[in-house]
């Protein structure tokens, strides 16, 4: 292996590390502002809106998200909508996930205990103020983790955006291995680096938030 | 009671030349003391084919405080949900302070409520739970706090300042930010009854507060609960099986049976000498386990 495609592969791994990166972080943030919306709107008290909420992730959920990808990018210019890969990517995935985050919204949100409802009408809380200062303040805590799951599981399926023309990390590993030949190399930086992203980004970030939103509940589950 | 607590003197309401209000000081004194503050009116509860409420008569008057006993499943609990608006009536009117609470009136007939007007009803009336539900999230002051600010719109320093106040006044001044796990039951309890005191409500509802208590923190709950009624006008309706605590706190005690009240009457008559032989059975099976 020359050292010039060494440095020539090793910078477009960089590249590529940025890129997926930036459009985990993108599409993450488009995930759970939308899955907290799609949640909660999947348990209000109107069955318009929880119909739509339902029609929503079951699309989102049941279809594929390679396919989903697709059609933004291939299908929707046919109708005039010309999204740039970058768009596509970060909303594509986002939204894909944001269907599952809303089934952990809505897991947690009727999780939390009945009495917590009942003193709220006893205390002649409206239902909004309810769900905004009573529920969801304790149901964020148990939605922690399993988003956690979600968020990590979103970041390896951002290597998809290599079918819409963006060359995201795995990709980068990909042609520096084909460019050297040092496949074991280049494929085992790739490996370490998902696991690099998801514990320097996702995992500090959860653990933080379960601290935070801790007080008032048992500590000895978060180390 | 004798003292009228709104007194109307030669009050008088016009609009132009139509006369509203003349003068209505008697029927008025006369309504407000004579109106039950709490009434059943043919109230049934049914999940289903189990009828719970079996056409429910009960009126409370102002102030008074009135003790349900009964096994479980009579019904007793379901009385004070229903009150609360926890659980959905199937037949009949609960009024409060003079109003449908459930219903409203519209061109003199019963329509059922909107939420606007089933909360400003429910606005009079305050739960403690078994269970205590305490927001866990947040301490001791912030409990009370919190439906003061959110719900009514008190300023935050306002709401603060009588928090601290009842917290003060069931004996929990120094615990005021702690949080609910930090505190034994008894100290949840009376952090429930603050909580429910800070709506100011008129009506206070008891759901067996004692039930989930370690037998020696029951004492220090039921001595708040006597205070609050010797100091603040409160009607106040309680679920209990405390025997001793009924006899000496409730100006009347209702045993209730299978959906029905069975027997009520003053505490020293229905304890003890009651009339009813399912009456007499429940309080020696009561009274045996003691």
Known sequence: MDEFSLNFSVLALAHGLLITVVVTIGASLVAVVLGLIAGLIRVSSLWPLRWLAVAYLEFFRGTSLLVQVYLLFFVLPFFGVALSPWAVAIFGIGMNYSAYLAEVVRAAIQAVDRGQYEASTALNFPRLTMMRRIVVPQAIRSMLPPSGNLLIELLKSTSLVFFITITEFTTASKLAADATGNYLLFFAVALFGYYFIARALITPLVRWLERRLSSGFVREALV | ?290
């Open chain 2, 1 to 290: 009671m004798n003292e009228p607590r709104i007194r109307f003197e030669n009050a008088a309401k016009s609009y132009g030349s139509l006369t509203v209000l003349d003068n209505p000081e008697t029927a008025c004194n006369e309504k407000v003391m004579n109106e039950p503050m709490v009434r059943f009116e043919n109230v049934t509860k049914r999940y289903g084919a189990l009828t719970v409420l079996d056409e429910l008569n009960l009126d409370i008057a102002r102030n008074e405080k009135v003790c349900i006993i009964g096994p479980s499943g009579s019904g007793k609990t379901t009385v004070l949900r229903m009150l609360m608006t926890l659980e959905q009536i199937q037949g009949g009117v609960i009024w409060v302070d003079g109003e449908p609470l459930t219903h409203m009136q519209k061109n003199g007939h019963l329509v059922p409520a909107s939420d606007r007007h089933l909360r400003r009803v429910r606005s009079k009336i305050g739960m403690v739970f078994q269970h205590f539900n305490l927001f866990p999230h947040m301490t001791a002051l912030q409990n009370c706090m919190e439906a003061p600010v959110s719900v009514l719109g008190l300023p935050k320093k306002q709401a603060e300042e009588r928090a601290a106040e009842l917290l003060d006044m069931v004996g929990l001044s120094d615990k005021r930010n702690h949080f609910p796990i930090q505190l034994s039951g008894g100290q949840k309890q009376r952090v429930a009854i603050a909580r429910a005191l800070a709506m100011r409500p008129k009506v206070m509802l008891f759901d067996e507060v004692t039930s989930a208590l370690d037998p020696e923190l029951i004492g220090e709950v039921l001595n708040v609960i006597r205070k609050l009624g010797a100091e603040h006008d409160l009607t106040m309706l309680m679920v209990t099986h405390q025997m001793g605590f009924a006899k000496e706190f409730s100006d009347r005690v209702c045993f209730f049976y299978g959906g029905k009240i069975v027997e009520q009457g003053p505490p020293d008559q229905l304890l003890g000498n009651p009339q009813n032989e399912r009456t007499r059975q429940f309080l020696s099976a009561v009274l045996e386990a003691r």
